[in-house]
Every structure is written in structure tokens, then in C-alpha cells.
């Protein structure tokens, strides 16, 4: 099966094993070999460092940290937003396989799946969180000793081996309009630290106004301000005696929280700063000599699997990273993959891969904007700015480009000419000297992973919880789920907004799978003409759909062609679907449709008032997407829900 599908995708890409089982720790080193190792990390920011060579930055502790370590120019989140990356970092498994891809949803662990510090306290670590989780799932209470603001290696058992992770969130997305004040790190900032709005560098993307300026400058200071905090960690440890015992990690969890960086795919978005630093009694471990480079690609899928490797514990077979350092380190990596699914309550799903100087992206919803509403973002001044200067019509270039109504099904960057990731070279591949080989390459690759993997994103969300009820999606796609991925990836493959081939795809709405069902109905909504109305007439019947979202779909179709009549009370139905997934897939759908929802506003007030009260992120995803209808309508929105 697994043969026939790769040829499947390499005659695609022309056109356009089971996981074992957990593995015991092994018998770890003994106690004088095993290094204390240090995660300090923060939150949302690309390598705007100086050791980066951003001239922009003003990051003196970790330029010194780069300076006595090896700083990686190629290490990248396999997501673009923190749950999904932090699910894959403490598992050592792609969120795509465990289902975790999907924003503030809590799923059950697989059998035989365990956070990778449960083997080192095995192994005879002492491992403390300070504080932040967010993992998609319970934390198995065997996972910390402490997980706290509090926790700290302090309280370890003497001379006991610690690993310990800091999480810095003073760089996160919503501390650049937070006033000032709700940040203490900022205090220790000296005048000459803080950086000049009118001097900014700005990004091709974003328009040139005082309000953007002021963003960007914050995102700077920020860091400056983590920076501090980063020495303070590196202070403690010299305060312990502890810094030539201890190999320190330093990186981000993705990209900064500004427009196309965060929840984008664009390298803006994934690649990460990250620095390591090893003392001389661990030196043979590094990769490279104090102050040195590495090109290795790495990715957080790798982070988990390398951790035990450093400290001597065998690395369980069901960890799908490569390690990069230690005895266990493995062949280095070709390919990094990465994923962007649902983020509160915008739907998209999109995939990439990078070898580094090439980055492909598969974007799977292509009828759907390139930024589309998040209530938690628009609050941002640099999207309230997007927002205003394209309804003004003074965008131009890249900045006009990120606020279209659709975007490309395949995107390809050459990362080296193009870092901004402006020039999309799969529009024409013929024109650029061996570009259609690579393309190929990359998108063999992408498809490859999604079949060893069996990514759960090609389900629509709904649909995953209902084939995992009783077990985990990972659980699932092992079962029945490996033997259908292909033909779901295949009709998943097929949306690209084109008309044409659309009459030949008529047969995925009867097919028995409902995941076939509803890419096969993605495909006719993401068409960017009108269709003729003999085949829209060939669609309706999956208006009848025994899957929600395959009706939804087709509703959002007919409704596009003028056939709201029959589309929009299929769409208000939903609204009070029992399944909270299913709830809030009509609401997102109810607010794509713009001024056509206007029928059913006493449907969405109706539903808001049923909601108040209502606690848990679905609910509240469920007001946001209502929200954004009333937005939509020109109307007050009264959902309640502003973060």
C-alpha cells in the first residue's frame, strides 16, 4: 500500500511501518558522566539576535552565550504557534501523529507515549518546568518534580543530575501592546537599549506607519529585556558552581508574534534561534568549537530523543525525531517538516518542508484569506494597521499580497536569495534553471511523511475526534486510518482552485470515506470561478452528507453560487450541533460568507446568548467565530469574547 502511494505522489508532483512500541531507558551513564542540562526558552521570536547578525538587536548575555557555544543557522519549530510546537518538543513525536496539531485542544497520550523527562527522572534526573506546559494533553503527574513558578534545581537532592526548563515570556505576542507597566523586565532597560521606531528596519510586508514602526521597535526591546532575564539564569548557575557541569540550551518556540511570522509557515514563522553552549569537561559532545556555526538541519521533533542521548538514556523507538547530539546522534537530517492547522478559531492546514535553502508549502484551504480573522491577533496594532491601509487601497507588493482573499496552493522559496520569502517560484518553475526537479523533490518528500506519519490533519478536526472516540487519533490512524490515508491525501492533493478536472472529481462526494467526501467538496469550493450550474446541480446532493463538515462545505458552495436559499439553513443547523467541533466549523463557515450570513443573524444571536456563561476554549472559539459574522454584517460585536 504504502509503495503504491508514493508512486501515487511522484506522478502527482509530475503534474503539478507502524511505530514500535515505547522502549524502557536504558541503563544510564553513571553519575559523574551524566551533565545537567539547562532549556532556557522563550516565547515567539525569530533569531532577530545579535549573534545572529541582526544589527538591529542589543542582546549582549546571549552573544555571549553564542560566543562560548555553537549557535545553529538551520533549527526550526515544526509548528508556527506554541501548543502544537511544545506537544512535539516534550514527546518527541509529531503533533500531526498524536492529533495535538489543532489549537487548545486536550487529547488523551497513546499507549506507549510518554513526555521524554518521565525517562530521565527514571534514569535518576531531577526535572522541574518553570512554569509554562501547554502540551495538548494532561501532563502525566510521573513527568515533573516540579512544575511551578516556583520550580527551580535548587531543590534538588545533592549532587543529583537536574534538567530544568525556564520559559521566558516576556517576548510573547501580547506583551507588544501591552502597556509597558505589565512587563517588569522592560524596567532594567537602559535608554540606549531602547530602540528608535523611526530607525526600524521594517519587513516588504508590512506598510510603512508610525503604529507598525512602533511594533517592530517593540518586538526589539523585548528581546533586550529577555536578554537580561537569559543572563540572570546563566548568573545562577555560575552563583551554583554548577556552569561547568551543565550544557545549556537557548531557543524560541517560534517565530515573533507579528503578521506572516507567527501561524505562518513562511520561514519567518519556523526557523528559530537556537544556542548551545557545552563546558569543557562535555566538549566532546559539541558539535563544533566554542564560537562555531552548524548548518545541521534540526528540528523539534529532534529535541526530545537528543535530551536522552546527552544524558546517557536510551532513546525509545517511538520517537519519530533524529538525535544531533550525544552517542545515539543519528545521520543528520535532510528535510524539516512543519504544519499549521486550526488556531482558535481560524481553520487552515497548510504543510512544509525546507532542506534548508529551499522552503515548499502546501496550502490545502486555498480559498480562504491569507490572513484571516483571529480575535486574539487583531487586537495587534500591526493587523489593525494591514487592516486599515488595504481597505484605503494603499498596499502595494508583498504588504498587499498578505492581505489577499486566497492564496497559492504550492508556494517555493529560495531562502537564501529570497529570505523575506516575497517570490513564489512554483507560479513558474520552468523559468528558473532546475527549480521543477526540486519542486518535485520537495513535494515527494512532503508526501512521503505524510504516509510514514499518517497525519491526522488531513481529517477534518471533527471528523478525527469522532474516529478516536474511545482511544487517541494516534491510536486510530494506526488502525483503519493507515489503510485509507492514501486515498484521503490523494483527494486532499487535488484542491488548487482550479475548475479544471473538477467534473472527474464528482466521485470523491460518493465515496465511502468522509474524509474523501469532504476534500472532494473542499475542491469544488475552492474553485476561484463561477462554475456552470449543471454541475453545481451535481454537488447539492452532499448537501445530505452524513458528515457535518462535508455538509458545511458544500452549504458555503451552493451559497457562493447564489444558491443561499438552500446553503444557509444547513449552515444555522449547525449552530447547534451537539459536537463542539462540528459547532464551530458552521460558525467559521457562517462567518466566511460575509454579507450572505445576514439571514441568519437572529440564528447567531440566538446562539451567542446560548453560549454565555459557557466556559472552555471550544465555546469560547465558537463566540469569537459569531463574533467575526456580526463584524462581517457591520454590526457591534457583542460576543463578549475579547482576550
Request: a positive charge; charged letters at 25%; glycine letters at 6%.
Amino acid at each position: 500500500m504504502r509503495t503504491q502511494f508514493r508512486i501515487v505522489l511522484i506522478a502527482l508532483a509530475a503534474s503539478v511501518p507502524a511505530a514500535c512500541p515505547a522502549a524502557e531507558p536504558g541503563a544510564a551513564a553513571s553519575a559523574k558522566d551524566r551533565p545537567n542540562i539547562l532549556w532556557i526558552t522563550c516565547e515567539d521570536l525569530s533569531p532577530v539576535l545579535g549573534c545572529y547578525g541582526d544589527r538591529q538587536a542589543v542582546t549582549p548575555n546571549l552573544d555571549r552565550l553564542a560566543a562560548q557555544g555553537v549557535r545553529y543557522t538551520h533549527a526550526y519549530a515544526n509548528a508556527s504557534v506554541c501548543s502544537p510546537a511544545r506537544s512535539t518538543l516534550i514527546t518527541g513525536i509529531y503533533a500531526t501523529s498524536l492529533g495535538t496539531q489543532h489549537l487548545r485542544s486536550v487529547l488523551p497520550l497513546p499507549e506507549g507515549v510518554r513526555p521524554f523527562p518521565v525517562y530521565l527522572r527514571q534514569a535518576g534526573y531531577y526535572c522541574t518546568n518553570n512554569a509554562k506546559e501547554d502540551y495538548q494533553f494532561k501532563t502525566p503527574p510521573e513527568t515533573w518534580d516540579e512544575s511551578s513558578r516556583k520550580a527551580h534545581w535548587r531543590k534538588r537532592k545533592p549532587g543529583q543530575p537536574f534538567f530544568s526548563v525556564f520559559n521566558l515570556m516576556t517576548t510573547h505576542q501580547s506583551r507588544i501592546r501591552f502597556d509597558e507597566k505589565r512587563i517588569p523586565a522592560m524596567a532594567r532597560l537602559k535608554p540606549n537599549q531602547r530602540h528608535d521606531p523611526a530607525k526600524m528596519v521594517l519587513p516588504p510586508y508590512y506598510p510603512d506607519t508610525p503604529l507598525v514602526r512602533r511594533d517592530v521597535a517593540r518586538v526589539y526591546d523585548l528581546a533586550t529585556a529577555m536578554d537580561y532575564q537569559v543572563g540572570d539564569f546563566l548568573q545562577q548557575l555560575e552563583d551554583d558552581g554548577l556552569a561547568d557541569d551543565t550544557i545549556v540550551f537557548f531557543y524560541a518556540d517560534h517565530g515573533t508574534g507579528m503578521p506572516r511570522h507567527k501561524r505562518f509557515l513562511h520561514d519567518s514563522g519556523i526557523h528559530v534561534p537556537l544556542v548551545i553552549r557545552f563546558p569543557e569537561k562535555y566538549k566532546h559532545l559539541a558539535p563544533a568549537a566554542p564560537g562555531s556555526t552548524t548548518d545541521r538541519l534540526v528540528s523539534f521533533v529532534d529535541f526530545a530523543p537528543t535530551v536522552l542521548s546527552l544524558a546517557g538514556v536510551k532513546v525509545p523507538k517511538i520517537m519519530q525525531g533524529v538525535v544531533f547530539l550525544g552517542p545515539q546522534a543519528g545521520k543528520p537530517r535532510e528535510y524539516v517538516f512543519a504544519y499549521r492547522d486550526r488556531v482558535d478559531e481560524v481553520y487552515e492546514m497548510s504543510r512544509a518542508v525546507t532542506d534548508g535553502r529551499y522552503l515548499l508549502i502546501a496550502n490545502f484551504m486555498p480559498h480562504r484569506p491569507r490572513m484571516q480573522k483571529s480575535t486574539f491577533s487583531e487586537i495587534t496594532n500591526t493587523r489593525k494597521e494591514l487592516r486599515r491601509v488595504a481597505a484605503e487601497g494603499k498596499l502595494a507588493g508583498a504588504a498587499k499580497e498578505l492581505m489577499s482573499d486566497s492564496k497559492p496552493n504550492v508556494e517555493l522559496y529560495d531562502l537564501r536569495k529570497d529570505p523575506h520569502n516575497i517570490h513564489n517560484l512554483a507560479v513558474d518553475c520552468d523559468r528558473y534553471s532546475g527549480t521543477g526537479v526540486l519542486f518535485r523533490g520537495l513535494w515527494r518528500e512532503l508526501g512521503s511523511w505524510y504516509d510514514r506519519t499518517l497525519d491526522t490533519g488531513f481529517l477534518p478536526e471533527a471528523e478525527m475526534f469522532r474516529r478516536a472516540q474511545g482511544t487517541s487519533p494516534y491510536s486510530a490512524m494506526r488502525g483503519s486510518g493507515e489503510k485509507s490515508i492514501m486515498k484521503i491525501v490523494i483527494a486532499a492533493t487535488g484542491v488548487n482552485g482550479r475548475a479544471r478536472g473538477l467534473p472527474q472529481r464528482l466521485k470523491l462526494l460518493r465515496d465511502d470515506d468522509a474524509a474523501v467526501r469532504y476534500w472532494g467538496a473542499v475542491g469544488f469550493l475552492a474553485a476561484r470561478e463561477t462554475l456552470p450550474e449543471s454541475l453545481v446541480d451535481k454537488v447539492a446532493p452532499a448537501l445530505q452528507d452524513d458528515c457535518p463538515e462535508v455538509r458545511f462545505t458544500v452549504a458555503e458552495f451552493l451559497c457562493k453560487h447564489g444558491r443561499d436559499k438552500e446553503g444557509l439553513p444547513v449552515l444555522v443547523e449547525g449552530l447547534g450541533q451537539e459536537d463542539i467541533h462540528s459547532r464551530l466549523y458552521a460558525a467559521i463557515t457562517l462567518a466566511a460568507l460575509g454579507e450572505k450570513a445576514r439571514p441568519a443573524l437572529p440564528q447567531v444571536r440566538k446562539a451567542l446568548k446560548d453560549l454565555d456563561g459557557v466556559k472552555g476554549d471550544y465555546p469560547m472559539f465558537v463566540r469569537w467565530a459569531l463574533g467575526h459574522v456580526l463584524e462581517n454584517l457591520g454590526l457591534p460585536n457583542t460576543s463578549g469574547a475579547m482576550p
